[in-house]
């Protein structure tokens, strides 16, 4: 069985300052993928970012980064300069072997002005 | 806007009742995916069709069906409601290519179902 664990059901930051959020997963599978969803509060699962299991490097989009840990089974998000618009739930999500999506419980990211 | 488009946006029925929800992926994707979200269970798979085809079932009840038609678009069909399937039911679309497992999914705004 494929499993995704966010242990921060909430996070708070301040406007500009950097945030990382904590997932882990767990998979018997060699090849997969990891994603972090964003739900803001129009409810709306808007993809914030993507990686291959099979490549070292970690991605990045703008803001967003993640590092991802593959012997740990570790990948955690952090979000740069936060802006008041980053407020909203975050979904760390593992695809492999089948192709559905399995989703970590969220976490809540309240961006203080 | 992920291109994906999800009607009703809200729906409002009553216990023992049958309603359907439409998708319609993005323009050339291949696969849909339902999904559920609900307080006490988060976000599930229900189950994803591939060009008109099943592909995989989740947690789905017998209840629930769905199918996808010649033109892509999806109906997820809920039966026999009860007031635990009130929910966020999410479309998601992938699979321009040939429905690798590498596709991202792009979710569609969802349709909140409130049984009453």
């Known amino acids: 069985a494929q499993t995704v664990t966010q242990s921060q059901p909430e996070m708070s930051v301040q406007e500009a300052e950097t945030v990382t959020l904590s997932c882990t997963y767990d998979t018997s599978e060699s090849d997969y993928y990891l994603f972090w969803y964003k739900q803001p509060p129009s409810r709306q699962m808007i993809l914030v970012i993507r990686q291959e299991a099979y490549k070292q490097q970690n991605a990045t989009e703008n803001r967003f980064s993640v590092n991802f840990q593959k012997a740990a089974k570790s990948f955690s998000l952090k979000i740069s300069d936060s802006q008041l618009g980053d407020a909203a739930m975050y979904f760390c999500a593992l695809q492999g072997g089948s192709e559905k999506l399995v989703f970590g419980k969220g976490t809540k990211l309240t961006v203080n002005p | 806007d992920s291109g994906v488009t999800q009607t009703p946006k809200h729906l409002i029925t009553a216990t023992g009742q049958r309603v359907t929800l439409r998708c319609s992926p993005r323009s050339g994707d291949l696969s849909v995916y339902w999904y559920q979200q609900s307080l006490d269970q988060g976000l599930q798979f229900l189950i994803q069709?591939?060009?008109?085809?099943?592909?995989a079932k989740g947690n789905i009840l017998e209840r629930f069906s769905a199918q996808q038609f010649p033109d892509l678009h999806s109906e997820l069909n809920l039966s026999s409601l009860e007031l635990g399937d009130s929910a966020l039911y999410f479309c998601?679309?992938?699979?321009?290519?040939?429905?690798?497992?590498?596709?991202?999914?792009?979710f569609g705004p969802g349709t909140r179902l409130t049984v009453l």
């Open positions: 998601a679309s992938s699979g321009r290519t040939s429905g690798r497992t590498t596709d991202t999914q792009y």
């Open positions: 069709y591939y060009n008109g085809e099943e592909r």
